[in-house]
């Protein structure tokens, strides 16, 4: 809980929990005559979800830049009302080897043929709670096609999570969280959040927020064979499920690299993903503005970068650290 984060462009505040606080700024005394307030999204969640509503929401199919086309294998797609965007080139899901709230193993090594949804959530977080019986249905509806996997976020001991997990009736494993997991995923910056396997074991997608039941149904259903009501299409993936792909982009949300030469425009992004944004996020440049569109931390300093690269300007070493070229 040492960094703050803006909630994700296009992820409705109120189908999410962040896991790290968030900065609201309130008129008032105090340095700067404002006064800033940690506040835990737990709270801001329940009230913002009070307010809009989340099931009016669970009726729309969620949106996005579409890149290249996905031919589906014959008779499979009944019409092309519907987009399922899956992953073009998917890497293999990082190991996973754990045990859940039973004390039963639970790995990787037996999700072969079946697809997995991997799913980060919590007690506190009311979307999560709100997106549990959607989950129940899932795995009983698919059987053994389907593995949901629940990876808890609770900071409360397994035995308080276990009672929770049976109070709710849930049919799929539960395991608690730790640091390496969350890192080989990339980061988990909000709840809920679900990476999709498919049955290759390969991520092919990541979905941050309420997913609508109907919209899960379309993605199982492509993946497993089963014909389905919409049509598929691809994308490379460039830190929208991985973030470490963000150096893989060519271009970056907000970053305007066309009055660029080949030369600088490779130089700016290089830069980019070597240099880390200061706004706490942990992340890259790149990975910021893939991240989280609107920081206007990243921003700023990604047009700063792209201002030096243009003018031929060679950025000062960071303090305490020597140039290549410099004498001991």
Not at 45 to 62: F, N, Q, T, Y
Not at 77 to 87: D, E, F, H, P, Q
Not at 104 to 115: D, H, P, R, Y
Not at 206 to 218: E, F, Q, T, V, W
């Amino acid at each position: 809980m040492n960094q703050f984060l803006r909630i994700r462009p296009g992820v409705d505040a109120t189908l999410c929990c962040p896991l790290r606080p968030i900065i609201i700024e309130v008129p008032g005394t105090g340095y700067g005559a404002m006064k800033k307030i940690l506040i835990l999204i737990a709270a801001v969640a329940a009230v913002l979800a009070g307010v809009v509503g989340i099931r009016a929401w669970r009726a729309k199919v969620r949106s996005g830049p579409i890149y290249t086309s996905h031919q589906a294998p014959a008779g499979m797609v009944k019409n092309s009302s519907a987009v399922i965007r899956l992953v073009k080139n998917p890497e293999a899901a990082p190991p996973f080897q754990a045990r859940d709230l039973s004390g039963k193993l639970v790995s990787n090594a037996n999700w072969g043929g079946k697809v997995v949804l991997v799913n980060f959530w919590a007690t506190w977080c009311p979307p999560c709670r709100e997106e549990i019986p959607e989950l129940i249905a899932l795995q009983k509806q698919y059987g053994d096609r389907l593995q949901i996997i629940g990876i808890s976020e609770d900071d409360d001991p397994p035995e308080k999570v276990l009672k929770f997990t049976r109070q709710q009736g849930i049919n799929y494993p539960i395991v608690m969280s730790t640091p390496e997991l969350i890192a080989a995923y990339g980061g988990v910056p909000a709840l809920p959040t679900s990476y999709v396997v498919d049955t290759q074991g390969r991520v092919v997608q990541k979905h941050a927020g309420l997913y609508p039941m109907d919209s899960y149904n379309r993605d199982l259903r492509a993946l497993l064979g089963i014909a389905v009501d919409g049509r598929i299409e691809t994308f490379e993936d460039t830190g929208q499920v991985f973030l470490k792909n963000a150096a893989n982009a060519t271009e970056l949300p907000g970053v305007d690299l066309s009055g660029l030469t080949p030369e600088q425009k490779k130089a700016a992004l290089h830069r980019l993903n070597a240099e880390s944004c200061t706004c706490g996020c942990g992340l890259t440049l790149s990975q910021c503005r893939v991240n989280d569109t609107e920081c206007p931390v990243s921003g700023d300093l990604a047009a700063k970068v792209v201002k030096e690269v243009v003018h031929g300007v060679t950025p000062a070493p960071a303090p305490g650290v020597k140039s290549i070229n410099s004498k001991s």
